[in-house]
C-alpha cells in the first residue's frame, strides 16, 4: 500500500509542477489605435464610397460633401477682385497723367529758374510755376495712397478666395490611414456639419495587448521587450504570437474589473501595453495572455 501511494503522489506533484510552468504571467485584452474621422465641410453628403468591414488605404478618396455654396461665394469673390482690379488699373492711369503733368511743370519751372537768374522772369512767375509744380507732386502722392488701399483690399479677397478653396478641398473625404471601418455614422444623403463624426477606422494589422503586472514583476519588464502572447485556439490549446513591449504606465492603478476574481481586483498593478502583428485572427476585445 506504501508503494502505491508513493507511485500515485509522485505523478500528482510533477502534473502540478507543469501546469505551474505552463501558466501566463499576465492577462488583459486587444485593443487598436481607433480614429474617428470628422466632417471638415458642412452641406449634404452627395458621395459615400464605404462600408463597416472595408480596408481602406491611407490617401483613399472616400466622398465628398455638396459644395455649390461654396463655389458660388467664391465665384462672387472672383467678380469683387475683378472690380477692384479694374479700380487699381483706373488709378494708376490717373497716375501717370499726373506724372506727365509733372514732366511739363518741371520743364517749365527749369526754364523760369533761368529766365529769372538773368532777370528776364519775375518772382510772382516763378513763385506761380513754383505752385502750380508742387500741388502735383501732391496729387501723385495722394493718388498712389490710394492705389495702396485698394491693393490691401484686394489681397484681403485673396485671402477670403485661398479659405474657400481650402474649404472646397476639405469638402472631399480622403481617408487618413491604412485600416478597417469599424463604424459608420452617417450615409450618403444626410447632412455632414463640421466635426462631427463620419465614421471610426483602426490599424487591425497591428494591434496591442494592455496586460496589469503587479509591482514585483514590474522590474522585470523594459520597453523593446519581446515576449510570447497567446490567445485561445480552440478550448484546450492556444495559439502563440511573438509581441514586443512599447509602453509601460509610470502609475499604479486598481486592477481593472474586466479581471475575474475579486481578490485581484483590490490589488494594485500597472498597466502594459504590448505590440503584436495581427494575422487576422485577433479581434479588438479578445483576451489576450503574456510570457514575459
Not at 502505491?4 to 500528482?12: D, F, Q
Not at 470628422?38 to 462600408?51: D, T
Not at 518741371?106 to 538773368?118: C, T, V
Not at 495712397?145 to 472631399?172: C, Y
Request: charged share 30%.
Amino acid at each position: 500500500m506504501k508503494t502505491k501511494l508513493i507511485i500515485l503522489i509522485i505523478p500528482a506533484f510533477i502534473m502540478a509542477c507543469s501546469g505551474g510552468d505552463n501558466e501566463s504571467d499576465a492577462y488583459g485584452n486587444f485593443e487598436a489605435k481607433e480614429v474617428i474621422v470628422s466632417a471638415e465641410a458642412q452641406g449634404k453628403i452627395l458621395e459615400f464610397r464605404l462600408e463597416e468591414g472595408n480596408t481602406v488605404k491611407k490617401g483613399q478618396y472616400i466622398g465628398y460633401i455638396d459644395t455649390i455654396p461654396l463655389s458660388i461665394q467664391k465665384e462672387q469673390l472672383m467678380a469683387q477682385k475683378q472690380a477692384v482690379k479694374s479700380k487699381i488699373t483706373n488709378i494708376r492711369a490717373q497716375v501717370d497723367v499726373q506724372e506727365e503733368q509733372k514732366a511739363t511743370l518741371k520743364r517749365e519751372l527749369e526754364r523760369i529758374k533761368e529766365l529769372y537768374s538773368e532777370n528776364a522772369a519775375t518772382q510772382q512767375q516763378l513763385d506761380e510755376i513754383k505752385g502750380r509744380y508742387d500741388v502735383v507732386v501732391k496729387q501723385i502722392a495722394a493718388i498712389k495712397t490710394q492705389i495702396t488701399s485698394v491693393s490691401k483690399e484686394m489681397d484681403v479677397i485673396d485671402k477670403q478666395i485661398k479659405l474657400l478653396t481650402e474649404k472646397i478641398s476639405n469638402s472631399k473625404i480622403i481617408n487618413p490611414m491604412d485600416g478597417v471601418i469599424l463604424e459608420k455614422y452617417l450615409e450618403k444623403h444626410e447632412i455632414a456639419v463640421t466635426g462631427k463624426a463620419l465614421y471610426k477606422v483602426a490599424r487591425l494589422d497591428e494591434i496591442e495587448l494592455r496586460v496589469y503586472v503587479s509591482g514585483a514583476q514590474l522590474p522585470g519588464i523594459k520597453i523593446g521587450q519581446k515576449v510570447k502572447v497567446l490567445i485561445d485556439k480552440d478550448k484546450k490549446t492556444n495559439q502563440e504570437y511573438n509581441g514586443e513591449v512599447f509602453w509601460i504606465s509610470d502609475q499604479a492603478e486598481f486592477t481593472p474589473k474586466i479581471i475575474q476574481t475579486k481578490e485581484e481586483r483590490v490589488n494594485m498593478v500597472y498597466a502594459v501595453k504590448i505590440r503584436v502583428k495581427n494575422d487576422g485572427k485577433i479581434k479588438i476585445g479578445m483576451p489576450g495572455e503574456v510570457k514575459f
